[in-house]
Structure formats: structure tokens, C-alpha cells
């Protein structure tokens, strides 16, 4: 039995939010960005900057390293509130301490499914684990936005609900977004599209992707 002041073991710390996930999506209503606005943005998100192209080696470094600092703050903290700090410090610590590229950028808990999305041929445009300290710029649950073609938008679809995550349009149906009531699923979401990489790479590139690259040369992103 625990000792007086203690928390059981299989107590989380991991904040739970109050959002019933259900998937649901308009395959008809869905748009795909072309280059330009890949390039530039194409939903309005202060200092959006596009992620693509990602690698299945950069997710599987993300999820890796996201998973460790998950299971610290976990095991470290005595409140859902604690957990956040532990979060915050993980993410403005010393940028050696981070894998290069854009993590440095990301939410931890949802970082990894940011790039899974990219890295399946899918484009994010804004991401949030969501936080308990009511800072202004935070959303009420965790939550990654993206559009995807109808092939991707299916398969991670199908994953969100194996996985319990919920997948709706967003932003005038156009776009989706993936979300969950903790970053426990939205971690095994990232896992899940990790694991289904050969689903992913078997579709035809995304259209906005030659021309990305001929954008990236020009601009020398390299």
C-alpha cells in the first residue's frame, strides 16, 4: 500500500482534458495546399513555419525522445500542474539537450504526431498539448491541424480510432484536426502512423511536393 502523502503507482499525472474524441470527417470537403501556400501558409497562425519535408528517421528520434520526457514528467510530478512545468522545462532547456530541426519548434506530446503527420505526406499548420496554467495562447485539449488528401486523411482516420483520438474538418471543412483528452493518445497516434509508414509511402507524393522542393532550392532552405 502506498505511504500516507504518497500517490498510488497507477495514478497518472498526465493532464486529461474534458473532450469526447469521435472521428468524423467530409473526405468531399477536404483541400490540399498547393506549394506556394505550403511554402507561405495557408491558414492564418502567427510565425507559421512549414515543417515539410520530415523524415521517418526524424519521427522515430521525436517519438523517442518525446516518450522519455512523457514517462519523466510522469513519473516526477505530484499534480497535472506539476507535469506541465516539468514539460516547459524539458522544452526551453538547453537547445543541445533537443534534437536538431524542427522539435525545437513543437509542443512535447504532440511534436511527434506533427511530424508523423509530415512525414506520411500530410501538412500541419499549428499544434498544442494544451496547458493548465491559462496562458493566452493555449488551446483546451491536445490537438495537431493539418490537411491531407483523401488516401492519407482515410489511414489516419482508421488509426485515430483504434487509438481513441478524435479526427474532425476544421477551418471551413477545408483541413483537419487530430485530437485527444490527453497526450497519451495523441503519442500513440504519432506511434501509430510510425508503425503504418509503408501505408504512407506506397501513395503517389502529395501534389504540392515537386514543387516544394523547386521553392526550397530557390529560397535556399537547405
Not at 528517421?57 to 517519438?63: D, F, G, I, R
Not at 483520438?165 to 477545408?174: E, H, I, S
Request: glycine share 6%; with cysteine; proline share 6%.
Amino acid at each position: 500500500m502506498p505511504q500516507a502523502g504518497s500517490l498510488p503507482q497507477d495514478i497518472s499525472m498526465i493532464p486529461r482534458y474534458d473532450v469526447e474524441p469521435i472521428v468524423e470527417i467530409d473526405i468531399q470537403q477536404l483541400k490540399v495546399p498547393d506549394a506556394e501556400d505550403v511554402a507561405d501558409g495557408f491558414v492564418y497562425v502567427h510565425e507559421y513555419e512549414p515543417l515539410v519535408p520530415v523524415g521517418w528517421a526524424e519521427v522515430l528520434e521525436c517519438l523517442e525522445f518525446e516518450d522519455h520526457w512523457l514517462t519523466t514528467a510522469d513519473a516526477e510530478a505530484d499534480s497535472p500542474a506539476e507535469f506541465d512545468k516539468i514539460m516547459d522545462q524539458a522544452e526551453s532547456g538547453d537547445e543541445d539537450d533537443i534534437p536538431d530541426g524542427p522539435l525545437q519548434l513543437l509542443d512535447l506530446g504532440v511534436a511527434g504526431l506533427s511530424l508523423a503527420l509530415c512525414a506520411a505526406g500530410c501538412v500541419t499548420f499549428c499544434s498544442c498539448r494544451a496547458h493548465n496554467d491559462h496562458r493566452i495562447n493555449t488551446w483546451t485539449h491536445p490537438q495537431v491541424g493539418f490537411a491531407a488528401d483523401a488516401d492519407r486523411a482515410l489511414i489516419v482516420a482508421r488509426l485515430a480510432r483504434e487509438i481513441g483520438c478524435g479526427l474532425g474538418n476544421a477551418v471551413d471543412r477545408r483541413y483537419l484536426v487530430a485530437y485527444a483528452s490527453s497526450l497519451s493518445e495523441t503519442t500513440a497516434l504519432a506511434k501509430a502512423i510510425y508503425d503504418s509508414r509503408a501505408d504512407f509511402d506506397a501513395l503517389p507524393p502529395p501534389g504540392w511536393f515537386a514543387g516544394l522542393e523547386r521553392i526550397r532550392r530557390e529560397r535556399d532552405w537547405y
